[in-house]
């Protein structure tokens, strides 16, 4: 139980003299600001009591006997985390109300946030498990518009389009972290919460044999994964210097792992009874990498994806793809990486109201009859392999389906 209290404060400032004598291509205008806190109850349950579970006990004699063991230790003082969350936005319309649209920026600041201590606890303390504590602070903010149109175009005709757009960041301000191994830009602190791609810097596929050969002349005792270079292999730059290529060399390849910009599109019409209407998703900008189980090349004993017909052989140098054998060619590098953007229709209606006349005159209760689709169609890929919707290439593809339905109001 707590105390979260919020408020809102709103003015339409359209109704003013001097916005009425002043602004003409705006019909309305409302400014608007809320605020409030919110809580959020993130924990794993009973973290704040003392738990037990069976195990081995002491050994008397030859028998074994029954015993329990603490299975983390607890934390009595744990709360809900808390947000506090301000937005100020803008509501309007314009072109005779036949537009309208919707700005808003926000920002909230979450602090007592669950986080478990684990990695501020030494070895020597024999702890392996404790409960979260109210220690984590985040900051994020972000930017959300909305434009629409509707208009009646003719008589019993009507479209109407509605564009959404949303951005949003956020900064780490406090949480535990391991300073031994989170150092760089695994530092959490004021960091994003997405560290964006870890990967290798691929230098590219070596063309020949006589590259690598040059190569390896120019740098004795060079290894990637403990292979010598060769033709059709990738090459890496050597992040630590040591003249081997292996996973002390990974760093930060991408520093988002999403796309940045998100949008949504609504479009529609309606004539009479009769209406159609879709919504299109987009995502813009950022990278992305290959998943490793997508980008393996084939074995002996495992298949892989049909691209790899196109590797580099000493046949074909001029490959897209590395050589089958090539080290590290299924982790993630900057070899990998390709824009995130995508764009799908999420789903697409189609819908008939019967006339009421004819309902009525026939003592039938007023009926409407759909047609839906839902995953219909990808119009921009990321992952042309597979769904964009997907996590990897072995997941079960998401349904196209298609529904067809009747409403009826009694």
């Known amino acids: 139980m707590g105390l979260l209290p919020l408020g809102s404060i709103g003015w339409k400032i359209s109704e003013e003299k001097f916005f009425e004598n002043n602004i003409h291509f705006l019909n309305d205008l409302k400014i608007r600001f809320n605020m409030g806190l919110t809580g959020n109850d993130a924990n794993a349950p009973f973290g704040w009591i003392q738990r037990y579970s069976s195990t081995n006990g002491y050994l008397f004699g030859g028998t ?12 009595p003082n744990i709360t809900w985390e808390n947000d506090l969350y301000k937005d100020l936005g803008l509501d309007g319309t314009f072109g005779n109300r036949r537009f309208f649209f919707t700005l808003d920026y926000w920002y909230r600041h979450g602090y007592d946030m669950l986080d478990a201590p684990t ?13 979260s504590e109210n220690y984590g602070i ?3 903010w972000g930017a959300q518009a909305q434009l629409g149109y ?10 109407f389009a509605t564009v959404n757009f949303s951005w949003s960041d956020n900064k780490v301000v406090q949480e535990y972290y391991s300073p031994g191994t989170d ?64 996973s002390l060399d990974q760093t930060q390849i991408a520093k988002r792992s999403s796309t940045i910009l998100g949008f949504g599109f609504n479009f529609g019409a309606q004539w009479k009874g009769l209406r159609l209407s879709t919504n299109i998703s987009l995502g813009l900008g950022g990278q992305t990498a290959w998943k490793k189980v997508d980008m393996t090349p084939p074995t ?10 196109g590797s580099y052989t000493a046949y ?13 060619a299924n982790q993630a590098s900057t070899f990998w990486l390709h824009s995130a953007t995508y764009m799908y229709v999420n789903n697409l209606m189609l819908s008939w109201q019967v006339p009421v006349s004819w309902t009525a005159a026939h003592h039938m209760p007023e009926s409407r009859f759909y047609l839906t689709g839902t995953n219909l ?21 998401i349904l196209r389906t298609w529904t067809l339905g009747l409403n009826l109001n009694l």
Do not use: C
Not at 64 to 75: H, K, W
Not at 150 to 159: R, T
Not at 302 to 307: T, W, Y
Not at 316 to 328: C, E, K, Q, R, W
């Open 138 to 140: 985040l900051n994020t």
């Open 150 to 159: 509707h208009q009646d175009v003719a008589k019993n005709v009507q479209v």
């Open 64 to 75: 074994n006997t029954n015993g329990i063991s603490t299975t983390q230790v607890p934390n």
């Open 377 to 397: 169609w990808t119009l921009i890929n990321p992952t042309p392999y597979k769904d964009p919707r997907s996590n990897e290439i072995t997941d079960y593809p």
């Open 300 to 309: 002996k004993d495992a298949s892989s994806l049909s691209m790899w017909k």
């Open 316 to 328: 074909n140098t001029n490959a897209a793809l590395p050589a089958i054998y090539a080290p590290f």
């Open 183 to 246: 150092t760089g830009y695994l530092n959490p602190i004021g960091k994003r919460v997405d560290r964006g791609i870890t990967g290798y810097k691929s230098t590219g596929i070596v063309r020949s044999s006589g590259a690598a050969q040059d190569w390896n002349s120019k740098h004795p005792g060079w290894l990637v994964n403990g292979d010598t270079l060769r033709a059709g292999d990738l090459n890496f730059q050597d992040i630590n210097g040591d003249g081997i290529i292996n």
């Open 119 to 131: 990695s501020s606890i030494p070895p020597t303390a024999g702890i392996t498990s404790v409960a």
